[in-house]
């Protein structure tokens, strides 16, 4: 099994509906991050959280929820989707040292706002 | 704060040839500083990384980076270029100690390798 898994994996969804994306991760890492990727404009974080009682909002947090279950999954909610949430979504995990170590990534969920 | 600056968002090479892929960074603290790479349709991986001590970094699949703190720069290069390299290669950087790690990732680089 993959250290971060990532579901669903592909998603094509309508424009106003609720949607969730999960992930999971075996690394017993403390801290899990949300990015989106879009063509040119790299990876941008959405929501970000160093343990369970501890969530923030990344740079582009706008339209978004998060919601940290366990130290193990932490899933991303948009409530009403719109067009131009059309994107490439990562999960990632960190351990709760400084990081040092960077980023184990999911292998992404790709979502289509029609 | 940190950021990213990815010279060039598409390199191409020849088979053989040297790959360099430029990166130049900004942080208030000394910095940690990340290649990644994807390949098509898969997440990332992490290529190689500088934390402290040696600023030359070598990586997985032949590439090295070295980091130069006069010019802000962690270029990423590789002697002689493969067919498999072909992928999206990503900078990134984040603030050394405390408890406010998180990583900031430049643009991306894709590198097209021609026969």
């Known amino acids: 099994d993959a250290d971060v898994t990532q579901t669903p994996r592909n998603r094509i969804t309508k424009t106003g509906k609720r949607i969730m994306l999960e992930c999971s991760q075996t690394k017993g890492h403390d801290r899990m991050y949300w990015y989106r990727q879009d063509p040119g404009l790299g990876l941008r974080l959405i929501y970000y959280?160093?343990?369970?009682?501890?969530?923030n909002k990344g740079e582009i947090s706008d339209g978004y929820s998060v919601s940290r279950q366990a130290q193990a999954k932490f899933s991303l909610s948009l409530e009403s989707a719109i067009p131009n949430q059309t994107a490439l979504y990562f999960c990632?995990?960190?351990?709760?040292?400084?990081?040092?170590?960077?980023?184990?990534f999911g292998s992404g969920t790709r979502l289509t706002v029609v | 704060a940190q950021s990213v600056t990815q010279l060039g968002s598409h390199v191409s090479v020849s088979e053989g040839a040297l790959v360099l892929l430029r990166c130049n960074y900004s942080?208030?603290?000394?910095?940690?500083l990340f290649w990644y790479v994807q390949y098509p349709n898969q997440g990332l991986q992490l290529l190689l990384k500088?934390?402290?001590?040696?600023?030359l970094v070598k990586g997985i699949n032949g590439f090295e980076a070295e980091f130069k703190k006069s010019e802000t720069s962690f270029h990423l290069t590789k002697p002689s270029a493969h067919m498999s390299d072909a992928a999206e290669y990503f900078c990134a950087v984040s603030g050394s100690g405390g408890s406010n790690y998180k990583l900031t990732f430049g643009k991306g680089t894709l590198l097209t390798v021609n026969p």
């Open positions: 500088y934390t402290t001590g040696a600023t």
């Open positions: 959280s160093f343990d369970v009682k501890d969530i």
């Open positions: 942080s208030s603290v000394p910095p940690y």
């Open positions: 990632a995990t960190s351990e709760g040292t400084g990081g040092v170590d960077g980023y184990t």
